[in-house]
């Protein structure tokens, strides 16, 4: 590759980062398993009305990865995606809770780094058609046309109709995951 083209692949992906934040990893990955490969504006959505309170640190560190992108690289807010959205796990802070009888108990607070990396949509442009790009349809003599008999307009008409496109079965197979990925997550049962 080119020093250009390395240039332009590099501009169309963005990193924002946030270290030591004071949530576990687990339970920010609950919340960061439903936005990946979602676009930017579909996943803050979710995020707004999102239960969670690990949704707060995440939607920051989007909103701070399309800033940049904004900023940075002149790119347009409604093309970004989330490409990768990984939890890291930070340094554990380790204290001492006094128990009974004079015994000390160690309780781990955890802390994790989120790390967000945004990616442009490719635009698709439409090549514009010139007027003169096609010459004038020329008028063609039809030959005279028999009589359709009733069982050959049925067959006509069958294969005259449109046929009804179907989604490739891996859209499906990933909206599937992320419904049962959410009835996970939002309808727990405490004490089961």
Known sequence: MTMTAQNQQATKQVRAHARYIHHSPRK???VAALLKHSPVDEALQQLKFSPKKAALPIIKV???AVANAVHNFDLNKEQLYIKALTIDPGPVIKKA???AQGRAFLV???TSHINVLLEAKPTLRKAKRSIFSRSPATQVEKPEE???QPAETEEKIDTARPKLKVAPKSQEKIKKHLVDLKRRLFNRKSGS
């Open 28 to 30: 920010l990955r609950l």
């Open 62 to 64: 989007i909103n701070s």
């Open 97 to 99: 809770v006094p128990r």
């Open 108 to 110: 781990r607070n955890r």
């Open 146 to 148: 028999k009589a359709i």
